[in-house]
């Protein structure tokens, strides 16, 4: 017998979402149309579970539809798969985050491990009690007052009402709420009912908890609560599945990660490493990236950043760059006329999404910059001593006070822990955000003497 | 076995509090609040008294019409009344569908029984009518238990076929209104199963409404001998649809929270 927590093989899962409608161009095609709506309505509604009913005639979901096989529906224009042959384990006691961009598939995996959906192909095996998280305050009633929400909410959670009665005034006492407990919650601000409905899910004791994106909620400090609270459940030895867009929260809290891109399992080990690999992902380290059509190009702004090469100060063109180097970044832009104070900004973000720094030649380069047509703007980075790891550039154009053109993660570069500072030590570099140039001297004695000492060297 | 009774039963402090939620919130913010359990039989009643009883003169069986078509009310009240709120437990709980495993059954379940408060309320009322035109209820009255649970099964039953339709196909939810209206006229509410031909009589039991309200006067009001052959074949049907509402709630329920 296995002793995994999780066992998640070749999970597939599909779902249809509705065809475009037609848009008729004649009455009379309008007329026919309406007419045919309900037929064409049936079809559709009909189909919307089209897959998981063939899974279903296999029995159980343990025996595999092989869909390369092609006995499975067709594919077809309406079908997206959410998920596809995503296979892992997660051991006991184990926090796994589960990182990915918008329609990843990340919900839907939770929704297939939490016995909300099921699987179109392959299987999940789960050992132990589950609680998933996928919503805060599901379940509540507005009519209710925070006490009876309690219940509710809990027991639609899994719990069982002596467990909730243990623990209420432990619940009450998280969520601060208390001088309102007995008001219905649809007079609360929409943040406490909040507090409310996470201070119950956060009293969950399962073997296993699942938790999609809920974090985000709440102000400042109840969130840095929760975050606490998280870190308490993450080293009580539980298993913990955790989505989550903030990379800082991922990385804080759980030991491995799982990058899903597209439905398919992309990277999955370290959450530093995978951490890492997501933000670069879709990146490229090419010596010349073109910007002129870029994905990223923030909305409304004009395409005059053309494009950007990174490089080592020489020229020479790596995929990664050794921690100390020169790092030189070429950036063509060709604005549309003229320009007096061309300002270009170079942002870079480490993997946890943090602005590390900015270069910008408006207070690096001693004249302003005057621009007509197409230009390669040159900044290098000397001795560069970022921490090792991963960064994502962002750069800016603005014509004096006035954005041109931004463009978020346009480029990604690398930087690979090497010797800088002689002692062929390892770097603890998931811990740093900078390695500057230090000295460290030993005198013997005690403050007066050395600041003496320091004085006379002068 | 198709109905999992062990996870139902772990989750029965859930359903204890649905059951709870739906009493107490659907009279909340309400003036009159509770008092509306009675007030739609106490209207139909009056209404009814007036057209048939008074003006169209349809046969009570000998005994006041307004008590006659109250008895009949009350439980068809309860059966129409479960009916749209066990096809809309699902339809109006899409996010906890959507974001929560948990047997999805005991959200219509908890509808057909929440509306028992209802009922037993109403039943007073129909206690007190008897009173005022003194008539005393039959030894019958020990089957009464029984026909409760019939009702029971047929709105649990239909209930769980239109709940598991209703996710899908929104157009359950606006057609129960006009619906279970005309149905009533297939029950005995308005008038008395005797009228229906001999020959039909038990095509007409398949409603399990018509045992029931046929059985709640013969024992409350022994207007008639207890009409066990109406109650036979409707406990008969009673159970079909209930075995087939649970079984195809349960080939649907892996999908409900896709199509939600
Ligand atoms: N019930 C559904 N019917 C049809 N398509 C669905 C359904 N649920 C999810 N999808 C699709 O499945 C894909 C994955 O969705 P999912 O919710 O898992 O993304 P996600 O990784 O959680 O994204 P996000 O970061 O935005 O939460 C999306 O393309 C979505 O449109
Ligand atoms: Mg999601």
């Known amino acids: ?458 | 076995m198709f109905i999992d009774f062990r996870e139902l039963y772990q989750y029965r402090d859930l359903f204890r509090f649905l059951v709870w939620r739906s009493i107490k919130t659907r009279y909340a913010q309400s003036v009159i609040g509770i008092g509306w359990a009675v007030i739609q039989p106490v209207f139909s009643m009056i209404v009814f008294t007036i057209i048939f009883g008074n003006l169209a003169k349809i046969s009570s069986d000998g005994v006041p019409y307004a008590v006659f078509t109250l008895t009949a009310l009350v439980p068809w009240t309860y059966f129409s009344n479960s009916l749209s709120e066990s096809a809309g437990s699902l339809v109006n709980n899409t996010s906890m569908i959507s974001k929560v495993y948990f047997p999805r059954l005991v959200l219509p379940l908890s509808a057909v029984i929440a509306k028992l408060l209802d009922f037993f309320i109403a039943m007073l009322l129909v206690f007190g009518l008897m009173a005022y035109f003194r008539i005393a209820p039959t030894w019958n009255v020990v089957f009464l238990p029984l026909l409760v649970v019939l009702m029971m099964s047929a709105a649990a039953g239909l209930g769980a076929w239109l709940t598991a339709l209703a996710i899908q196909y929104r157009d359950v939810k606006h057609a129960m209104g006009f619906v279970v209206q005309l149905l009533m006229y297939a029950a005995p509410v308005v008038y008395p199963a005797s009228l229906i031909p001999d020959r039909y009589r038990l095509v007409y039991a398949l409603n399990p409404m018509v045992g029931v309200i046929e059985g709640f006067r013969a024992a409350l009001l022994g207007s008639r001998a207890m009409p066990w052959d109406l109650i036979g074949v409707g406990a008969a049907s009673a159970v079909v649809l209930l075995l087939s509402g649970l079984m195809y709630f349960r080939s649907r329920e892996r999908l409900f929270a896709d199509v939600a």
């Open chain 1, 1 to 458: 017998m296995s002793n995994h927590a999780i066992q998640v093989e070749n999970l597939s899962k599909a779902y249809r979402i509705g065809l475009k409608e037609e848009i008729p161009d004649t009455f009379m095609g309008a007329a026919t149309g309406w007419l045919k709506a309900p037929l064409r309505n049936l079809r559709r509604l009909r189909r919307l579970n089209t897959f998981a009913e063939n899974a279903g005639q296999n029995g159980d979901a343990k025996d595999q539809l092989p869909e390369k096989n092609g006995n499975s529906c067709e594919p077809a224009s309406d079908t997206i798969w959410a998920l596809r042959d995503v296979s892992f384990e997660v051991q006991p006691g184990e926090v796994v985050g589960i990182i990915g961009r918008n329609g990843a598939g990340k919900s839907t995996l939770l929704k297939i491990l939490s016995r909300i959906t099921d699987p179109t192909s392959g299987r999940a095996v789960i050992n132990g009690r589950v609680s998933s998280l996928l919503e805060v305050g599901t379940g509540f009633h507005p009519e209710l007052t925070g006490r009876e929400n309690i219940y509710m909410n809990g027991t639609i959670l899994g719990m069982t009402k002596r467990e909730i009665d243990r623990k209420f005034d432990e619940i009450v006492d998280f969520s601060g709420v208390e001088k309102f407990l007995d008001t219905p919650t649809k007079r609360y601000s929409s943040g406490m009912t909040v507090r409310l409905a996470f201070s119950v899910a956060a009293h969950l004791e399962p073997e296993i908890l699942i938790i999609d994106e809920v974090l985000a909620v709440g102000d400042q400090e109840f969130q840095n609560k929760c975050l606490g609270k998280m870190n308490e459940v993450a080293h009580s030895g539980r298993t913990v599945l955790f989505v989550s867009h903030n990379m800082a929260a991922v990385e804080g809290l759980c030991m491995k990660a799982i990058h899903l891109s597209g439905g398919q399992l992309s990277h999955i080990g370290e959450t530093h490493d995978v951490i890492a690999g997501y933000l670069q992902h879709g990146l490229t380290i090419a010596s010349e990236i073109d910007l002129s059509d870029h994905p990223r190009r923030v909305r409304g702004m004009q395409s005059v950043l053309k494009s950007v090469s990174i490089s080592l100060g020489d020229g020479s063109s790596v995929n990664q760059i050794p921690l100390g180097s020169d790092i030189r970044f070429d950036v063509v832009v060709d604005p549309p006329r003229p320009i007096r104070y061309a300002r270009l900004a170079i942002r870079l973000f480490n993997s946890v999404g943090l602005r590390v720094t900015t270069c910008h030649n408006e207070y690096q380069h001693p004249e302003p910059i005057a621009i007509a047509g197409k230009t390669t703007l040159r900044c290098i980075m000397r001795n560069c001593r970022l921490a090792p790891g991963a960064y994502t550039v962002n750069l800016q154009f603005d014509d004096h006070r006035v954005a041109l053109d931004k463009i978020d993660s346009c480029a990604g570069l690398e930087i690979i822990p090497t010797d800088i500072y002689g002692t062929s030590r390892v770097l603890p570099t998931h811990a740093a955000i900078v390695f500057p140039e230090v000295e460290w001297s030993v005198r013997a004695g005690g403050m007066g003497e050395r600041l003496a000492a320091s004085f006379k060297a002068c």
